[in-house]
């Protein structure tokens, strides 16, 4: 289906943020302060979602899940900020990394191209120009989808990919020149690493995800074809967003 066809879409900038920090009152104040940065915004699509944490177990268990990661691991026994960065990145994490110098300037150590830094106490103002800079860097970060299993890391253009299904709490990925890539982790975390550029995936149902410039046609009852023949359903949401997207049934 021809992609003019498609309707605008308005681009929004919701954000998932993650706060890692072992100092109690500087992780619940950022918490506060990011709660007010997001209050301000005009749009409800600009909201910022907050997910804070006092070590970083539970949250190296879904790293693909933020848009950006606010990190400051220096008082307590365990992964300090440089070691929780490598294994997010390790994990699949691709968003930008903010690291709070309190007691260690993190500054002096070897950080990653996408990492920014902010000083505590934290300034109103710095906050706002530090989450700007991270929406330009997500903005402009290479319009491709990391693929993971046990074995490989797989890059892959995000145009390539026809759909995507899950199968026993992992997700099996078909790209165009014939590849099913494993991809460790669930349906939604696929989704919510394609980011909000990407209206045309939609969920088919709710095991698989399409692309729908990648549909060659819509038969009744509900079943979209896609362009390397396979078959999908489409449950009754699906259908209409297929429709809207393409403006044709």
């Excluded at 906050?127 to 800079?133: D, F, H, K, P």
Aim: hydrophobic share 35%; aromatic share 8%; glycine share 4%.
């Amino acid at each position: 289906m021809k992609q003019g066809n498609r309707p605008a879409v308005s681009k929004v900038f919701s954000m998932h943020i993650a706060v890692c920090d072992d100092n109690f009152a500087d992780r619940h104040q950022m918490e506060r302060l990011l709660g007010r940065e997001s209050d301000k915004e005009d749009d409800s699509s600009s909201m910022y979602f907050v997910d804070s944490y006092g070590n970083p177990t539970v949250m190296l268990s879904h790293p693909k899940a933020y848009d950006l990661f606010f990190i400051d691991m220096c008082r307590s026994e365990g992964m300090d900020s440089l070691a929780i960065v490598k294994a997010l990145i390790e994990k699949g994490a691709t968003a930008p990394f903010v690291l709070c110098c309190s007691d260690v300037d993190y500054r002096k150590q070897d950080f990653p191209e996408n990492t920014l830094f902010l000083d505590k106490p934290i300034k109103v103002n710095e906050l706002r120009e530090v989450i700007e800079q991270a929406k330009k860097i997500k903005e402009a970060a290479p319009d491709t989808i990391e693929l993971r299993d046990l074995m490989e890391t797989v890059y892959a253009k995000v145009t390539d990919v026809i759909y995507a299904r899950e199968k026993d709490a992992d997700t099996y990925v078909c790209l165009e020149d014939g590849r099913i890539l494993k991809s460790i982790g669930q349906l939604w975390l696929f989704r919510r690493s394609l980011g909000d550029k990407h209206p045309e995936f939609i969920y088919a149902n709710n095991h698989t995800i399409i692309n729908c410039n990648c549909i060659k046609t819509v038969t009744r009852p509900g079943i979209a074809v896609m362009t390397n023949g396979k078959r999908v359903i489409l449950n009754h949401a699906a259908k209409g967003q297929v429709k809207q997207y393409t403006r044709k049934g």
